[in-house]
């Protein structure tokens, strides 16, 4: 094995990648005021969003974890990742056919101000908190397995300490943002898609001649090997890679993790119209579909190679794929990993540290409301946006739990306690025509129904004769709470009397 790329190398890359960021953010970040942050005058091209949100719906986690999760662990074997993919289809309807449409029709710049119109306070400050839990522990996940990359690649050797490689992880996302906010994100996410998916054909390209085959010799190799099932329905309900449990847990990933996210939603609110908005999401959610099953070619690829030059798989399934790219195959494929690699990881996290500034600075400062000079509320959003820097730098240094199955899973299981309550209200609020008490007792559903979810999760296997929940702890925590908000809920005529 020969050391393709230096570490110097790499960070000359890394550094020519920000470079260009910077430039970007130079020329969408001048003149720019909280309204253009925020929404960025809701003047973005629909085209334009739904490119970039490709990017930022993958993230670093898909670029690595997806490609490594299809020869490792019982979770999303093969390509079974297919089927949750597939939901997302289902949920992306409902996205563009019901919650777009509410939104717009109510002007909303934050989307959990729904939540204050339809049932009050505390609903409303509840959800908001949850999506600011919700994306911190997401985006740990995500600038984790970068930062995690790039230390042992790059910083071990000049013996830079992990802390010193987070931070500046972080602060480069601060430089290109501060600024421009979600205005100057759409643009960079654009850029940052076209560098993940060339450089994941790029890498298949490279491979193909490290095992002297074309496109149609690889295709074949797939399709030939362990790797290549998509549905899985014979496993039945505890088989935590059955078909129906991945589509529904998919459409409600989709829901909550796009649809109930104001990082993700803040996008689509940046387009001109309602209309263009849902062109915007048809349009993306379809290419979403043939780049999933472009990572997961890649990801049969890379354990077909390993197995064809003797590789040892790394303990880390999340490795499998900087370790080819960087180490086994010719320069320019190294190269384009680290690319990819970075335009996924920051394609995200860019518009997360947008996000939650803008959702603290409407849904807890008001922001919009008081009466400050538009200099006065740009200073409260710098210092709002400098407090989620280290906030971020607290959750990727110090990141939840983790095991050796990708954190890809993980991240789905996480966010099954953490948007549940989320799912239930917004559920609750939409369908039912029904008023709940604006008092503590909804905070308290809000807390008490994924600390149950947990605990009943932890014991499924004992209680219900093996059956795992899986990704689907999401439905039943969302239902969990659903249940609790009927629970202490009136007619709506009842509540007005």
């Known amino acids: 094995m020969i050391q393709q790329l230096t570490p110097g190398v790499i960070l000359g890359i890394i550094s020519a990648y920000f470079l260009l960021l910077i430039i970007i953010s130079w020329f ?17 091209p629909w085209f334009v969003v739904a490119f970039g949100m490709i990017g930022a719906s993958l993230s670093g986690v898909t670029f690595i974890s997806i490609p490594g999760a299809v020869g490792a662990g019982a979770e999303n074997q093969a390509f079974a990742y297919m089927q949750i993919v597939f939901g997302y289809l289902l949920g992306y309807v409902v996205i563009a056919l019901v919650l777009l449409p509410l939104y717009y029709r109510l002007n909303l710049t934050s989307i959990y101000s729904y939540l204050e119109q339809r049932l009050g306070f505390f609903a409303y400050k509840t959800g908001a908190a949850y999506f600011l839990l919700s994306r911190a522990i997401g985006s740990s996940f995500r600038l984790f397995l970068v930062a995690i990359v790039i230390q042992r690649f790059v910083m071990d050797a000049y013996g830079i300490p992990f802390w010193l490689t987070v931070l500046a992880t972080i602060a480069l996302i601060w430089v290109y943002t501060f600024r421009g906010g979600i205005k100057t994100v759409v643009w960079t996410d654009t850029l940052q898609t076209f560098c993940m998916i060339t450089s994941v054909i790029l890498t298949i390209i490279y491979i193909g001649q490290a095992l002297e085959m074309d496109v149609w010799g690889l295709t074949a190799m797939i399709r030939n090997s362990e790797y290549s099932q998509v549905f899985f329905f014979k496993g039945g309900w505890n088989d935590p890679n059955n078909f129906f449990k991945q589509f529904f ?12 996210d104001q990082d993700m939603m803040q996008k689509n609110l940046t387009c001109r119209s309602l209309r263009d908005a849902q062109k915007n999401m048809f349009t993306f959610s379809f290419i979403l579909i043939f780049v999933n099953l472009l ?45 990819g690699l970075i335009a996924a990881a920051y394609s995200s996290a860019d518009s997360t540290l947008t996000a939650l500034t803008t959702s603290f600075c409407i849904d807890f400062l008001d922001l919009y409301n008081q009466d400050r000079s538009e200099a006065d509320k740009k200073r409260i959003r710098l210092f709002v946006l400098v407090g989620f820097f280290f906030l971020f730098f607290f959750f990727v240094f110090f990141p939840p739990p983790q095991n050796n199955t990708a954190v890809i899973n993980q991240l789905f299981k996480a966010a099954g ?30 807390v008490a129904a994924p600390v149950l979810s947990f605990v009943i999760d932890t ?27 009927l629970a202490i809920s009136k007619p709506a005529e009842a509540a007005t009397t």
């Open 28 to 44: 969408t970040g001048r003149d720019s005021s909280n309204e253009s942050f925020f929404l960025a005058g809701r003047q973005s």
């Open 249 to 260: 847990s998919g459409a409600l990933i989709t829901i909550v993790m796009t649809g109930l």
């Open 295 to 339: 990572f997961l070619a890649l990801g049969a690829l890379l354990y077909l190679y390993a197995a064809s030059v003797g590789l040892d798989i790394p303990e880390r399934s999340d490795q499998l794929y900087p370790t080819i790219a960087i180490q086994h195959l010719a320069p320019v494929a190294g190269i384009v990993f680290i690319l």
């Open 417 to 446: 306690y953490t948007y549940g309550p989320l799912l239930g209200l917004f559920t609750f609020g939409i369908l039912l025509r029904r008023q709940t008490p604006d008092t503590w007792v909804v905070v308290a559903i809000c």
């Open 459 to 485: 014991y499924s296997e004992q209680w219900f004769n093996g059956f795992k929940f899986g990704f689907l702890i999401l439905a039943f925590n969302g239902l969990l709470t659903f249940l609790g908000l």
